[in-house]
């Protein structure tokens, strides 16, 4: 019986070791006790909230770049509120492409930023006049709204939609509200203006939420909730569950993506409206990166097999090298160039078509 015990508290004391040993070192990569954020999230917490006047919502409910702010990044913002020049210094006797996207698009983590997107290679490659209405952050109801300015107004000869499956499917719907922020920009991250349901009416209101109740456990009031803020490795597994439910809700939306469809849908009507038109490219997460056309079909069936777009995807092999780890996710220089070489020989083999 002795024995027995002395071996059970020895296995014990090594447990108590080795989750020790653990502790330090999660706490060595930066998790604190409390911290339930996902390894996913761009969010850290700071000492004071600075709002970071980089983007902004104008009159016309767009999400667009500052001027101002940005031509002092060396990074030339036309007067609309996108990269490049002006579209009335476009010119007329070239072909004029319209990109519309998020981060990607805009050229999130490619280095130099300001010259290394797979957009500024197409314009530096091609004869093509490539504008550029990618904006870190915007979603369907922004692509939509930007369709229906600038299809009329620029009349393109082919529009490229391209959509971010880690972020673009949609869980809510919301408005396109004039001079309405859906975004904050903060040197804690980008942080939205709705998040689960509820609505923040300024970036510290939003940010205090995050910090102080959605993703830690600043204020625990049951008892396992102490016991588990005390500890970094417990939070870590207590973390598990929201991952669990969020990977539930994920499940759900897969297979019901009715939000984003109805405005996918609306954008490939209104090219067909103005007799342009109108491809979808699809930029996996990382972790998908690898799978086939096939699978991503078959995985994503409720979009990518609607019949109204359908035959408007474009999806091309990305491996996971051409992307950034986590948290950035973003391409790297080697993934915008993938898609600068995949763009314009799909440019190529239609103009050739359509002669």
């Not at 940010?207 to 204020?219: P, Q, V």
Request: some cysteine; overall charge neutral.
């Amino acid at each position: 019986m002795r024995k027995w015990l002395k071996w059970l508290g020895f296995q014990l004391l090594l447990l108590l070791l080795f989750c020790a040993a653990i502790e330090v070192v999660l706490r060595s990569m930066g998790y604190q006790p409390g911290d339930l954020r996902p390894n996913w999230l761009h969010f850290q917490p700071v000492d004071s909230l600075v709002v970071i006047p980089d983007f902004f919502t104008n009159e016309k409910g767009l999400l667009v770049a500052s001027k101002d702010y940005w031509a002092e990044q060396h990074l030339a913002i036309n007067d609309e509120g996108f990269r490049g020049k002006d579209f009335n210094e476009l010119d007329s006797t070239r072909k004029k492409i319209l990109f519309i996207g998020d981060s990607f698009t805009w050229g999130m983590s490619a280095s130099p930023f300001y010259d290394s997107s797979f957009c500024d290679l197409l314009a530096r490659e091609t004869d093509f006049e490539i504008i550029n209405t990618g904006i870190p952050a915007a979603d369907p109801p922004q692509y939509l709204a930007i369709a229906q300015q600038y299809i009329p107004q620029l009349q393109p000869h082919i529009v490229f939609v391209v959509f971010f499956m880690g972020n673009d499917l949609m869980k809510h719907d919301r408005q396109v509200t004039p001079d309405s922020p859906f975004y904050y920009w903060t040197n804690a991250g980008a942080i939205l203006a709705d998040i689960d349901g509820k609505h923040f009416a300024n970036a510290q209101a939003a940010y205090d939420y995050l910090a102080n109740e959605r993703y830690f456990l600043k204020h625990p009031k049951k008892l396992y909730e102490k016991i588990v803020a005390a500890s970094a490795l417990l939070s870590r597994l207590y973390a598990g569950i929201y991952r669990i439910e969020e990977k539930i809700a994920y499940e759900r939306l897969r297979k019901n993506t009715s939000i984003t469809k109805k405005y996918l849908n609306a954008i490939q009507q209104l090219a067909a409206n103005n007799h342009v038109p109108i491809k979808f490219i699809l930029i996996p997460e990382s972790k998908e990166a690898d799978y086939t056309k096939e699978k991503y079909c078959n995985r994503y069936a409720d979009l990518l097999k609607d019949k109204q777009t359908e035959a408007d995807w474009l999806i091309w092999h990305t491996p996971k090298e051409y992307f950034k780890p986590n948290p950035d996710g973003h391409l790297n220089n080697a993934g915008h160039r993938l898609y600068a070489d995949s763009v314009k020989s799909y440019l190529k083999a239609y103009f050739q078509t359509a002669k």
